[in-house]
């Protein structure tokens, strides 16, 4: 669905994206992060031709946004539903008026861009609040509102700007369920820009990590999370924080999948090794289970203990 082939972006002497290269497929939710500076707001702006690349090729739908003229471009971003991290209403018009914005700037009838509205409030779960207006929705409602109008034109991809990041946890949740909710419903691909690593865990089915303007890792969650090695599996399922202690911490890394033994084996290992379990950690993503857990031992102990978990088959990393 979305292909990005070696897009690079400069201004002046910054190099904001420096050969990216990524593969979204159609009908999943992709998840983009990164540290601040890396690119992100960049990729968001080529991905809706607000900029073109300096460089490289991108390709929504199999048609490439780098060499459109202005007017197919302009019809081109319609297939493409932007939802922000503010929402960005229009203050003065009711929700319903709101979502129907795209469909009157696209031409569509007065009769159909009703319809549609309304198709469109019941969708996101908002279905008798079209009269009311910004001020009398919550930040949730408005940010349904905000999806609802970013699905008016019937996009094929759905690209979402930090959609959360002004949410509490309990409504960032119902956000997220909405969006995969939609995705199942109407096969729209989603691409999430987020910092935010439970928002990947909670929403997405891809991940792609974006640093210095360049895509570092990139794969399906349930591929990047078992490879202890990737900065993507620390940030998904991160080291868990242990108490002040003297004694040396070994982190023990191990995943599962169904059929696979589940992490009490882990535990027994532990057990029959003597290691004395400070923290841990235990993740679900897709049908992977994954788990770091930290271990305190003395300094003279700590080779015959890693020694035994590897043998066992589990990753060990010593604490610095």
Do not use: W
Request: glycine share 10%.
């Amino acid at each position: 669905m979305i292909s990005l082939r070696e897009v690079r972006k400069v201004y002046g002497d910054v190099v904001a994206l420096d050969g990216v290269d990524l593969e979204i497929e159609k009908g999943t939710i992709h998840g983009i992060v990164g540290p601040s500076g890396a690119g992100k707001s960049t990729l968001v702006r080529c991905l809706t031709g607000l900029d073109r690349p300096t460089s490289g090729v991108i390709e929504v739908a199999g048609q490439n946004l780098s060499e459109v003229s202005e007017s197919d471009l302009r019809q081109a971003r319609r297939r493409i539903g932007m939802v922000f991290q503010h929402v960005n209403l229009f203050d003065a018009r009711t929700a319903a008026e709101n979502i129907a914005y795209p469909l009157r700037i696209a031409g569509v009838p007065a009769a159909r861009r009703a319809a549609r509205v309304q198709e469109l409030l019941d969708l996101v779960g908002l279905g008798n609040r079209g009269g009311s207006y910004p001020s009398q929705l919550s930040g949730g409602q408005k940010q349904r509102i905000g999806i609802a109008r970013a699905l008016a034109t019937d996009p094929d991809v759905l690209l979402c700007d930090e959609p959360t990041s002004a949410l509490d946890s309990a409504t960032t949740r119902q956000i997220l369920d909405l969006i995969r909710d939609i995705r199942d419903r109407i096969g729209v691909t989603v691409v999430i820009i987020t910092h935010e690593m439970d928002v990947v865990r909670q929403a997405c089915d891809a991940v792609s990590l974006l640093d210095h303007g360049r895509v570092v890792e990139s794969g399906r969650i349930a591929d990047v999370v078992v490879d202890p090695a990737t900065r993507l599996s620390h940030a998904l399922v991160p080291l868990p924080p242990v108490p002040d202690t003297e004694l040396a911490v070994i982190d023990v890394f191990f995943t599962s999948r169904p059929g696979e033994p589940t992490g009490a084996r882990v535990f027994d290992v532990v057990a029959q090794l003597g290691g004395d379990v400070t923290a841990g950690t235990l993740e679900t993503l897709g049908d992977v289970q994954v788990g770091r857990i930290a271990l305190s031992a003395p300094q003279h102990d700590v080779e015959r203990l890693a020694r035994g978990l590897r043998e066992a088959g589990l990753h060990v990393e010593s604490r610095s």
